[in-house]
């Protein structure tokens, strides 16, 4: 009861709640229940109290969260999140800064938009003339010579000039995934002798934040929206998958098998989490 008294009597004398000039920069979480100026930054975060030893921070698309100790008073807390205001800082700004990436690479779906595909663009056109053996769609290159930063592909799909937004997106999204299916496959069958391992079924997944996962079984699940990487980003992934089929964790032993196969892929890794995929 006495804990409980003096925690009270602390969180009612805070002195953050003092009045403060207005800063430039703010980063709030839509559950903030406190309020903190790190370096002349407002930082508004979630704070929760539970049952744990230590404060611990973390930094998502809401904003920061902190998470401390019942019995741990308020002062000692804003102590801890002043002395990690420097990494608090940078963690939110890169995820405002990836959030403004992704918003600006979202997808307008209509004639003439541009989507990545294996790493380049690609320009949508719409085709009412032909249904393209049945399948929707047909990538093209251009053989003539194109500028710099322009590019030659093109995706015609069957659709009328006055097709809806979301039919041009799930056509085209049909499309990509019939690519993804195709190439995945080729994929885990090029590795896969390599690695020594079998896989036995391949399902494509929507996760939000999953690229893969693999089973004992040798079942395989790959994200397709990873159609839109490069080829050698696509490759770490599946052989990331296959990896689990010899180490089931992320021992150093399993980071070793697949360093073995995609020595580089640490960056491989870091292109997935910096560039992205488009907003659909």
Same mark, same amino acid.
């Given at each position: ?5 003096? =925690? #009270? ?5 805070? %002195?953050?709640?003092? &009045?403060?000039?207005?800063?430039? @920069? $703010?980063?709030?979480? /839509? ?14 975060? =979630? #704070? ?5 030893? %230590?404060?611990?921070? &973390?930094?998502?698309?809401?904003? @920061? $969260?902190?998470?401390? /100790? ?97 039919q041009i997106r799930d056509a085209v999204q ?107």
């Amino acid at each position: 009861m006495t804990n409980k008294l003096l =925690q #009270f009597t602390l969180d009612l004398f805070d %002195s953050s709640s003092v &009045a403060a000039p207005k800063p430039l @920069l $703010t980063f709030r979480h /839509p559950r903030a229940a406190r309020e903190v100026l790190l370096d002349g930054i407002s930082v508004a975060y =979630q #704070f929760k109290r539970g049952k744990r030893r %230590s404060i611990g921070f &973390a930094v998502g698309a809401e904003g @920061l $969260t902190v998470s401390a /100790p019942k019995w741990l008073p308020l002062y000692e807390i804003d102590k801890a999140v002043v002395e990690k205001s420097g990494w608090i800082i940078n963690k939110l700004q890169e995820t405002r800064d990836r959030h403004a990436r992704l918003e600006s690479a979202r997808i307008d779906w209509r004639d003439g938009t541009t989507l990545p595909f294996l790493g380049e663009q690609v320009i949508v056109v719409l085709d009412p003339r032909h249904a393209f053996g049945g399948i929707g769609a047909e990538l093209k290159s251009s053989d003539a010579d194109t500028l710099p930063g322009v590019t030659h592909l093109t995706l015609q799909v069957g659709l009328p000039h006055m097709a809806t937004p979301e039919q041009i997106r799930d056509a085209v999204q049909a499309w990509l995934m019939r690519q993804a299916k195709r190439i995945f496959t080729e994929r885990l069958n090029h590795f896969a002798p390599t690695l020594g391992v079998q896989w036995r079924k391949l399902s494509l997944s929507s996760a939000g934040t999953r690229w893969g996962s693999a089973s004992a079984d040798g079942s395989i699940r790959l994200n397709w929206r990873l159609i839109h990487f490069k080829q050698s980003v696509i490759d770490y992934v599946v052989v990331h998958e296959l990896s689990h089929l010899r180490v089931m964790d992320h021992s150093p032993r399993f980071w070793d098998t697949v360093r073995a196969v995609v020595p580089d892929y640490a960056e491989l890794r870091g292109q997935l989490k910096d560039e992205g995929v488009p907003r659909w």
